[in-house]
């Protein structure tokens, strides 16, 4: 949660305009998300997502 308080008072918000609002407000968003994935643990290495993406496409060829 600090993290996040932390991100957001390093935007820089001296141009409020509505699109800021908006985009500040999706990253927010997005960022608690992730929190939550993290803490109930719903996320994966980029090796596990390679490994996972390789068993569901065979043919898939990942470096």
Known sequence: MDFIKQTL???????????DYIYNLIFYIS???SEKDIKNNK????????ERLV???????IK
């Open 31 to 33: 960022l608690k998300e």
């Open 55 to 61: 068993q569901k496409y065979r043919n898939l060829n």
């Open 9 to 19: 008072n390093q935007i820089n918000t001296q141009e409020n305009t509505l699109y």
């Open 43 to 50: 996320v994966m290495s980029i090796e596990e997502s390679k």
